[in-house]
């Protein structure tokens, strides 16, 4: 993901978390706001672990993101919180982000 598509100021943030609607899924739950741009943010708090877990959450949610970015229809703000888990993986992720994107309509008709 270039960095266009971060979310990193946290009055973005705060935006999403206070006026922002959610979906969830089995393995994150993610809160959108319509936005001036495609932008995705991630929050994963301390209770899934030491930074080195949480670090690797992040990378393993920015590229399952990154693979749904052609097919996004529209501009939003994403902030993707995942659910604590004993174990993360990139598939999972795709999987429930693809549920998420379809049941919230923000996939392309044509993809």
């Given at each position: 993901m270039?960095?266009?598509?971060?979310?990193k100021k946290e009055k973005e943030f705060n935006l999403v978390f206070r006026t922002g609607k959610r979906l969830y899924s089995d393995s994150v739950s993610v809160l959108y706001i319509p936005y001036a741009r495609?932008?995705?943010g991630f929050a994963v708090g301390k209770k899934h672990g030491g930074s080195v877990k949480r670090n690797r959450i992040k990378r393993l949610m920015r590229e399952s993101?990154?693979?749904?970015?052609?097919?996004?229809?529209?501009n939003y703000a994403f902030v993707f919180i995942p659910k604590?888990?004993?174990?993360?993986?990139?598939?999972?992720?795709?999987k429930d982000m693809?549920?998420?994107f379809r049941k919230g309509g923000f996939i392309k008709k044509d993809a």
């Open positions: 270039t960095p266009d598509y971060r979310l495609l932008k995705a993101f990154r693979s749904f970015i052609p097919e996004i229809s529209g604590i888990k004993e174990e993360y993986s990139l598939e999972k992720f795709r693809g549920y998420i």
